[in-house]
């Protein structure tokens, strides 16, 4: 008889939390497909939190209350919101499989969302993991302009208040890249990531009615 190959170890919300504390993080390959792909690349995208890039208009965007703001209202809508099809992207690497994981994690505090509403409708969003004062951030989507950079800004914002060291983006694309976000090598990004998680951070510190010029004072803040 021939020895039998272990068994996977089943991904579990514990499994995946302890993943994203190594630099992993997991991917399908379309939102039909069950099985889940572990990711460590050697560039890492990352948003630097003294670096956001907030353009007038979108700061005109923000200052005018365009849209409403909410912090984990609606997991629900946003990820469905982030897993839809579009131009461009028609498969998406959100299958249930990391629905049902990141739902969990939500429903332990681990998962957040900013969420965008206008005349009661979710127009924009996204949605991460936060560990220690490491923010994972998994995806976005807008469905009116501006809608998901309104998020990032309040994400940023946010965490610059609450004491988080690093913004994980996982992959870069040109849009992340006019916004801020930039590559670095798989090491310096472990570093990063070790000593981000020893931090004690606070995704709740950041008033949820905070002034939009309180909320771009925190977002474009650079470091002394």
């Not at 939390?17 to 990352?46: H, K, N, Q, T, V």
């Not at 949605?127 to 995806?139: I, K, M, Q």
Request: aromatic residues 10%; hydrophobic residues 45%.
């Amino acid at each position: 008889m021939h020895p039998r190959s272990p068994k996977p170890e089943p991904i579990t919300p514990r499994l995946l939390l302890r993943a994203y504390a190594s630099g992993l993080f997991p991917m399908a390959e379309d939102a039909g497909d069950d099985a889940l792909f572990w990711f460590d690349p050697s560039e890492r995208g990352i948003f630097p939190l003294d670096g956001l890039i907030v353009s007038r208009s979108l700061a005109r965007t923000i200052r005018g209350e365009t849209f409403e703001i909410r912090i984990d209202s609606d997991f629900e809508g946003v990820i469905a919101g982030c897993a839809e099809s579009r131009p461009g992207r028609e498969k998406t690497w959100i299958n249930k499989t990391i629905a049902a994981l990141f739902r969990e994690l939500f429903e332990t505090g681990f998962v957040h969302t900013v969420e965008a509403w206008r005349d009661g409708q979710l127009v924009g969003g996204l949605y991460g993991l936060a560990l220690g004062g490491a923010f994972f951030g998994e995806s976005m989507f807008h469905r009116a302009t501006d809608a998901s950079k309104v998020c990032l800004t309040y994400l940023v914002a946010r965490l610059r208040m609450g004491g988080f060291a690093l913004l994980d983006a996982q992959f870069i694309t040109p849009h992340l890249a006019s916004l801020g976000a930039v590559e670095i090598a798989r090491a310096d990004y472990r570093r990063r990531l070790e000593e981000a998680l020893t931090r004690q951070s606070d995704f709740t510190l950041l008033d949820p009615k905070a002034t939009p010029e309180a909320v771009l004072t925190w977002a474009r803040a650079r470091a002394e």
